[in-house]
């Protein structure tokens, strides 16, 4: 299994975030979440999704539980997508973790997200423009056991 190959049908991507279906298409439908899964009219078949793509839905589903929006929760993971593809890989060279903050006008919608190599101190934690306030870190290599285990869950009960 490659971690770009769509293999993983809608039940998989709610058994990791603990939506419903109906959550995710709503999500897909008005935040824009998976844009390139909005197929529709002749030769329509059921959506799959890569690994990495579970990997961002249970971001999206984690910011949301924290109090961002839909919108904002897909601006976020989208921007990590590339971390959950090299993680997947086993890379050394890829960043580990990655700092959200609110309210700082950095990049669209006033989000900024900092990312952390495996290892940092507190001073990493000061965004560039020397903001010390409050963020999200998220640890995105449990992030990628979390959906494997469940990956491996649902193979498992498929046998």
């Not at 190959?5 to 979440?33: E, H, Q």
């Not at 309210?103 to 990493?124: E, H, P």
């Amino acid at each position: 299994m490659t971690s770009l190959a769509k293999i993983f049908s809608t039940g998989v991507v709610c058994s990791v975030t603990g939506w419903l279906p109906a959550d995710l298409r709503a999500l897909r439908n008005r935040n824009g979440l998976f844009p390139e899964t909005r197929q529709g009219g002749v030769g329509y078949t059921w959506t799959k999704y890569s690994f990495v793509d579970l990997c961002v839905a249970d971001v999206v589903a984690r910011m949301m539980r924290l109090g961002f929006s839909g919108s904002e929760a897909v601006s976020i993971a989208s921007a990590l997508d590339d971390i959950f593809y090299y993680l997947c890989k086993d890379s050394e060279t890829t960043d580990r973790w990655a700092m959200v903050r609110r309210g700082i006008a950095q990049i669209a919608g006033g989000i900024a997200i900092k990312r952390l190599g495996s290892s940092f101190s507190s001073s990493d934690l000061t965004m560039d423009n020397g903001d010390p306030g409050a963020g999200v870190l998220i640890d995105c290599l449990e992030i990628v056991a979390h959906v494997r285990a469940v990956v491996d869950a649902a193979r498992e009960s498929a046998r």
